[in-house]
C-alpha cells in the first residue's frame, strides 16, 4: 500500500472564490494562475465563460505550491464565528452538491494529519502524547477509506440521520449517535469530522515530529484497523463501546482501570459499586488537578473548570422540568424522579428513567441523557442524583458526576498524564486498546 490521498470537504457555497499564486493545470488542460471565480449556474459550475460537471486543479509537478480559498467560515456556532482566507496544499476539486458547489482538497494522508495534529492539539502537550494522537487520527481515517472502499457509502443516503439510531419500545426511548457519512468526500474540515485549516496556520515542529516519527503506523485487532475513539476524561474506568453506541463489542474497547498502580476495578454496573466509587476520588491516570497537563488537552483552559474527574450539578424543580421538556420535546410536568435504570462498565448510565407527574420514560444511551439533561452537555453520564424536598415533590436535584465525554478508549486527560510520567505512546495505546498492535500500513 503506498501513501493514501483523502478528499477533505472545506466549504460549499453559490460562489467559491480561489486563487493559485503559481500556475495550476485546470482539468480541462489549461495553465491557471491569479484570482478565479467559480458559480453555480442551471445545475453545472460555470468558471471562465464555459460550463462543467466537476473541475480539478493540481500543482506542475515537483512544485510546493498551495491554493487559496476565499470566505470560509471558522468558529462555526461559536461567538468568534468569521470568515477568512485559508492556504491548501494538494490539488483543489470544485463538484456540484445540491444547489451549489463545494470545494474540496485532496491532499496526502500525513500532510493532512499534520494539520489536524497542529491544530487540534496543544504545542505544550508531550511528544508522546501527540505520537499516540497522530496514530488515532490515522487508524480513524485510514478506517474511513476501508469502509468506504466496501462500498458502504453506497448504500448510505446523503444527508440522512444515519448517524442516529433510535428504538421506542415499552416506554423507553434509546437512541444513540454516530458518525454521519460524507457521500462526496471522505471528511469535512469542521468539529463533526476533524478540524483542518490546511496551511492557513503554520504547523507545529512538535506535530511535525509526531506524525513523521509514526508514519503509516494505525492500531489493529486482528487483522482490522481498530475503531480507535476517545474522550475527554474517563473518570477512572473505561467504559465499553456498546453502552453508547450500536450492540457491538470490540475486544479492545473494554472494562480496565485508568490506572497501573490500581488494577482493581469494581463492578460498577452495580448501583451500589457505581454510587460509592463516583462520590469518592480514586486513584487513576485523570485524577490530576495539575494545571500545566490540563491545558495541554483542553483549549482555552483558562475558561474551562478544572473540576471534570468528579463534578456538581445543581438544578431547581422549575429549572429541571422546564430544561427536560425543552430538551426532549416532552412533557413530564413536575419531575418526581430521576433513576438509574441500567450502567456501564465505568459507572455511566446507559439507561435512565425519568419519573414526571405526567409522564414516566426511559431515556437511552449515554449522549441522549447527556443531552437531555443540559442546555449543551451535561459532561458525562456517569453521576448520581440526590433530591432536597420542599413539600411532596422534591424542590432540587443534585447531580454529582464522574469524567467528561463517553470515556471509551483514549483517555485525554488520562494520556497527557502518561506522556509525562515518560510513558511512550506504544505503551499509551495498548493501556487504552488493549490487546491491540501498532502496525505500519506503508512506508
Ligand atoms: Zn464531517
Ligand atoms: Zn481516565
Known amino acids: 500500500m503506498t501513501e493514501p490521498q483523502i478528499a ?13 499564486p503559481i500556475k495550476f493545470i485546470s482539468s480541462v488542460g489549461t495553465e491557471i494562475a491569479g484570482t478565479q471565480k467559480a458559480i453555480y449556474q442551471n445545475g453545472k459550475i460555470r468558471w471562465q465563460e464555459k460550463e462543467y460537471d466537476e473541475l480539478s486543479f493540481t500543482p506542475q509537478q515537483g512544485t510546493h505550491t498551495f491554493f487559496e480559498l476565499k470566505n470560509v467560515t471558522i468558529g462555526i456556532n461559536f461567538h468568534w464565528e468569521r470568515k477568512e482566507i485559508q492556504k491548501f496544499k494538494g490539488e483543489l476539486k470544485i463538484i456540484i452538491e445540491g444547489e451549489q458547489l463545494t470545494a474540496i482538497n485532496v491532499i496526502a494522508i500525513e500532510e493532512y494529519l499534520t494539520s489536524v495534529i497542529s491544530s487540534e492539539m496543544s504545542a505544550t ?22 469502509i468506504e472502499n466496501d462500498k458502504l457509502k453506497k448504500t448510505m443516503p446523503s444527508n440522512s440521520a444515519a448517524n442516529s439510531q433510535f428504538s421506542i419500545l415499552n416506554s423507553q426511548f434509546i437512541k444513540w449517535y454516530d458518525h454521519e457519512a460524507h457521500k462526496n468526500f471522505d471528511v469535512c474540515a469542521d468539529d463533526h469530522c476533524q478540524r483542518y485549516q490546511g496551511i492557513t496556520r503554520a504547523s507545529t515542529p512538535q ?5 513523521s516519527a509514526t508514519r503509516g503506523e494505525v492500531l489493529m485487532y486482528k487483522g ?38 490500581e488494577k482493581q476495578l469494581p463492578d460498577l454496573t452495580i448501583e451500589t459499586e457505581a454510587d460509592k466509587w463516583i462520590r469518592t476520588s480514586p486513584v487513576a491516570f485523570c485524577n490530576t488537578q495539575d494545571k500545566k497537563i490540563l491545558s495541554q488537552v ?21 429549572e429541571l422540568s422546564e430544561l427536560i421538556h425543552q430538551r426532549s420535546g416532552i412533557d413530564f410536568g413536575q ?3 430521576l433513576i438509574p435504570v441500567e450502567r456501564g462498565t465505568s459507572g455511566r448510565l446507559v439507561r435512565l ?48 458526576g464522574a ?6 478508549g483514549l483517555c485525554q486527560i488520562g494520556a497527557a498524564v502518561m506522556g509525562e510520567q515518560g510513558y511512550k505512546y506504544e505503551e499509551i495505546l495498548s493501556h487504552y486498546y488493549p490487546g491491540s498492535t501498532l502496525e505500519k500500513q506503508y512506508k
Open 8 to 20: 477533505v470537504g472545506i466549504l460549499s457555497g453559490k460562489e467559491i472564490e480561489f486563487s493559485f
Open 125 to 146: 502537550a508531550s511528544l508522546e502524547l501527540l505520537k499516540a494522537h497522530a496514530v488515532i487520527s490515522r487508524s480513524w481515517l485510514l478506517n474511513k477509506l476501508r
Open 207 to 211: 506535530a511535525i515530529e509526531a506524525v
Open 224 to 261: 482490522a484497523i481498530c475503531d480507535a475513539r476517545f474522550s475527554k476524561c474517563c473518570g477512572g474506568a473505561f467504559e465499553e463501546f456498546q453502552n453508547c453506541w450500536e450492540n457491538v463489542k470490540h475486544p479492545y474497547l473494554i472494562r480496565q482501570r485508568d490506572s497501573k498502580t
Open 298 to 318: 483542553l483549549n482555552n483552559y483558562d475558561q474551562e473548570t478544572a473540576d471534570f474527574y468528579r463534578w456538581k450539578v445543581s438544578y431547581s424543580q422549575q
Open 335 to 337: 419531575i418526581i424522579d
Open 353 to 400: 428513567k425519568i419519573v414526571g407527574t405526567l409522564r414516566t420514560l426511559i431515556i437511552g444511551k449515554e449522549l441522549e441523557i447527556r443531552r437531555t439533561l443540559s442546555t449543551s452537555h451535561l459532561y458525562s453520564s456517569a453521576f448520581v442524583v440526590d433530591k432536597e424536598y420542599g413539600n411532596e415533590l422534591p424542590s432540587r436535584f443534585i447531580l454529582t
Open 403 to 408: 469524567g467528561w465525554g463517553h470515556g471509551v
